[in-house]
């Protein structure tokens, strides 16, 4: 019945894409998401749905009078280059059998990132995109949450099986660069009854990420929570909330989470972080023999047994950073922290332009929570392996697409004007 449903659901709303490719994109992005057909158990589980809606998609914007405008910023340059360098250094990768199949996940990704850049062009579309990129993730936040109190704290979180965040570090990156859009959606609406949902989700969606005993995601959380309140114009009623989540944690996680979480300064005599460290020193060895990088997948026993500091000790990256070293070299990882710059100071000139502006509230709000977003991925991604998870490209794009939409100085650079001008 899932299947059936799940199948309605998509080719229901796919034929609208034809009109206004802007729905097909939105749609993307809930399948990649949420991967809501990893919840059913016949054949919509394998079915490529992403592949079919970014087809359809490309497809609608040959043939709509949609506008499509894709801004040349440095975030879009950088994209473009990262996604380039990516492609050049898949042909010299030290594992060619499996480099291709991750090279074509991701430039999956990296297309429909700026495709969904040229087709959003007004705050609809971009509001509309804002809500399904939380609540996609916001849903597991939801049950998650509920799962841990249930169980009192002794099992872990983890997230939809085939899908990037099934593992649960994987599933606490995820939902704590979510959270701070679900708050944001909290203080945009106005029903009371959404504000109390949506205030019952971001508080199970933090329980949920304490529930998957993830100690990255936790130090990531800190970081966001520290970044607020010190931005926030009301620190005494902030740090009374803080302070209830972190009452609400005691009372509700047992022992043998704190345990855990107390290896965090006691990594010397933990193993598994002796084994991110490994990782770590080998990406580095990598990248210092190979000036492009290993390719994609190159974190393997093979490449470990001649690269890695302790060779029988074979790990996953377990960071953003060093998986991107070790797969892209040095270029690689320069591009790839410059894209977050870019992002970042993006979110900056949203910030200032809207900031003398009562009407653009909202998108002042929504470009400081992307900025916290951001925080969240790139403290967390610090210990985990998800550098090319379509969640923090798809900040990026409400960060790129607020610029495009509401910067007088973004509006006059559409796509096609750039063929023209090329043309000449």
């Known amino acids: 019945m899932r299947d059936i449903a799940i199948t309605l659901i998509i080719f229901g709303i796919l034929p609208f894409a034809f009109k206004r490719p802007a729905i097909g994109a939105l749609l993307f992005t809930w399948i990649s998401l949420m991967n ?86 007004n705050t609809r579309d971009l509001k509309i995109f804002v809500w399904i990129v939380a609540l996609s993730l916001g849903i597991f936040g939801l049950k998650g949450g509920l799962f841990t109190l249930a169980s009192g704290g002794h099992f872990r979180v983890y997230g939809p099986e085939g899908s990037y965040i099934a593992e649960n570090n994987g599933m606490a990156l995820a939902l704590v660069t979510t959270l701070p859009l679900i708050w944001y959606l909290r203080t945009q609406v106005t029903n009371k009854w959404i504000t109390l949902g949506l205030t019952a989700m971001t508080a199970l969606t933090a329980v949920s990420v304490v529930g998957s005993y993830s100690r990255g995601a936790l130090i990531g959380g800190v970081a966001m929570l520290f970044f607020l309140w010190c931005h926030s114009q009301k620190k005494a009623q902030t740090a009374i909330i803080l302070l209830a989540v972190v009452a609400l944690i005691a009372a509700v996680m047992p ?28 990406a580095f060895n990598i990248a210092s023999t190979f000036p492009l990088g290993g390719g994609y997948n190159v974190f393997t026993p093979r490449m470990f047994a001649m690269y890695a500091p302790n060779p029988l000790d074979y790990h996953v990256a377990h960071s953003i950073w060093f998986q991107v070293l070790g797969d892209h070299g040095f270029v690689g990882l320069a591009m790839f922290m410059m894209l977050m710059v870019f ?46 998870f379509d969640l923090y490209y798809d900040i990026v794009v409400i960060l790129v697409c607020l610029e495009k939409i509401l910067l007088p100085s973004k509006r006059t650079t559409p796509f096609r004007s750039l063929q023209t001008q090329a043309a000449r």
């Open 36 to 121: 809501p057909h990893r919840l059913t158990y016949g054949f919509a589980y394998t079915f490529p749905f992403a592949a079919a809606i970014a087809g359809v998609t490309m497809l609608a914007m040959l043939t709509s009078k949609q506008p499509k405008r894709l801004p040349v910023t440095p975030v879009t340059v950088t994209l473009l280059l990262f996604g380039a360098w990516m492609t050049f250094t898949s042909f010299f990768a030290l594992e060619p059998e499996l480099v291709w199949r991750e090279w074509d996940r991701v430039s999956k990704t990296f297309l429909m990132v700026l495709v969904t850049m040229m087709v959003i062009n």
């Open 343 to 388: 992002a970042w100071r993006t979110g900056t000139r949203v910030r200032k332009y809207c900031a003398t502006q009562p009407d653009l509230k909202w998108a002042e709000n929504l470009a400081r929570m992307c900025q916290v977003c951001i925080i969240g991925y790139a403290v967390s991604g610090s210990f985990l392996s998800l550098a090319y």
């Open 255 to 282: 022992e043998a989470w704190f345990e855990r979480m107390n290896t965090i300064d006691e990594y010397h005599e933990d193993g598994s972080a002796q084994g991110r460290i490994n990782a770590w020193k080998f």
